[in-house]
């Protein structure tokens, strides 16, 4: 059960649109569209931005926007802002019927 | 409010056992599959378990498989989650997260921390 693939950073400037990318395989996020992405500030536990690779739920920011491409998903935020300064997880559901997580992105808002 | 609040985590040797449990409030808890997540410090989360809403279905990681049991009560609104022959690579904050859709996690509770060391 492999960890998807995330580049370890990304930063932006305050009002810029930056984009994280997550790769997979055939046998998730290719083979699925059950792709989740999480923000996860110190200290605190993850919150769901996007499930079901472009869904978000009610009381997230529209700022924050998800899609996939073969086995590759990636989320968008855009119009960056001091707070979106954290660390970002991508997931996946498995052919296996498991879960897996992305490696994890750092965001550095500039 | 939905609430997941996870106990039973602590300091146990190499090869020891703990039982884990996750109360849950603010909604129904039988209704939803429910999951545990693991994170090591300064690390990802890592997935453990997941359960259906009658506890007749469970799936594991592969790292997990033949130590660790989940399982519920729903008439306590309660998860478990058994962890025996416990490794140091187990050491983690273990969190329950309730099932949104497809092994897609929502809530999360702030978590158990497990240390194995001896």
């Known amino acids: 059960q492999s960890a998807l693939t995330q580049p370890a950073s990304v930063s932006g400037s305050p009002g810029q649109s930056i984009t994280i990318s997550c790769t997979g395989t055939s046998s998730d996020i290719g083979g699925y569209n059950h792709v989740a992405w999480y923000q996860q500030h110190p200290g605190k536990v993850p919150k769901v931005l996007v499930y079901d690779v472009s869904l978000r739920p009610s009381g997230v920011s529209s700022r924050f926007s998800g899609s996939k491409s073969g086995n590759t998903a990636s989320l968008t935020i855009s119009g960056l802002q001091a707070e979106d300064e954290a660390d970002y997880y991508c997931a996946s559901f498995t052919s296996s019927h498991t879960l897996a997580f992305g490696g994890g992105t750092r965001l550095t808002v500039l | 409010e939905v609430q997941l609040v996870e106990s039973g985590g602590g300091l146990v040797q190499p090869g020891g056992s703990l039982r884990l449990s996750c109360a849950a409030s603010g909604f129904t808890f039988g209704s939803y599959w429910m999951h545990w997540v693991r994170q090591a410090p300064g690390e990802g989360p890592v997935w453990v378990a997941r359960i259906n809403t009658d506890g007749s279905i469970t799936t594991y990681a592969d790292s997990v498989k033949g130590r660790f049991t989940i399982s519920r009560d729903n008439a306590k609104n309660t998860l478990y989650l058994q962890v025996n022959s416990l490794r140091a690579e187990d050491t983690a904050a273990y969190h329950c997260?309730?099932?949104?859709?497809?092994?897609?996690?929502?809530?999360w509770g702030q978590g158990t921390l497990v240390t194995v060391s001896s």
């Open positions: 997260a309730r099932d949104l859709i497809w092994n897609q996690p929502d809530y």
